[in-house]
């Protein structure tokens, strides 16, 4: 994947500490890039994303740099500090999840990891409307995938997914 933004130009954009290690950022920028396909549309993101590649400075599309430099960067910079912030202050480890001063760990609280979660759900959310999308462009390739109407009803197949089923259209006979 082709970033728009680096983890230094989302520090420096929001001013959060230069001592953040990168990869704490880093991992979050490919979902926050994801919410700017949405926003610009798959053809708009396609020609930045082949415009970058061509030259990342995009010295010869000025419109693109500005739109990028001005608009695009600073909300980046922003969703991936805005996602990532639970991971800054306390990460997952082999033996659980922990904060870190100096050199003691201290296990972090249950409030402390529902927020990691919280972060975890967001992350996955994005990916999961990601994939879809992927998924319904391509039937042709993935037979197998129904794509919904516009009600989410599949085309009619039922989903029960908890409660009781009940058969409405059939109408109680009585003895007399």
Partial sequence: MTYII??????????????????????????????????????????????????????????????????????????????????????????????????????VSPGMLAMTKADSRDMAGIYKEELERFLADNTATYTWYVVSDECGSDKGVPNYTGGVITDNYRRPTYGY
């Fill in 6 to 107: 680096s983890a230094v130009t989302a520090k420096t954009v929001t001013g959060v500490s230069k001592d953040i290690l990168d990869r704490k950022l880093e991992v979050f920028i490919p979902a926050a890039q994801l919410t700017v396909k949405k926003i610009l549309g798959e053809t708009g993101y396609d020609i930045l994303i082949a415009a970058i590649i061509a030259d990342p400075t995009l010295a010869a599309e000025a419109d693109l740099k500005a739109l990028r430099d001005t608009y695009i960067q600073p909300y980046l910079a922003w969703r991936v500090v805005e996602l990532s912030g639970t991971r800054m202050y306390a990460e997952p480890e082999r033996n659980g999840t922990f904060t870190r001063s100096g050199d003691d760990y201290n296990s």
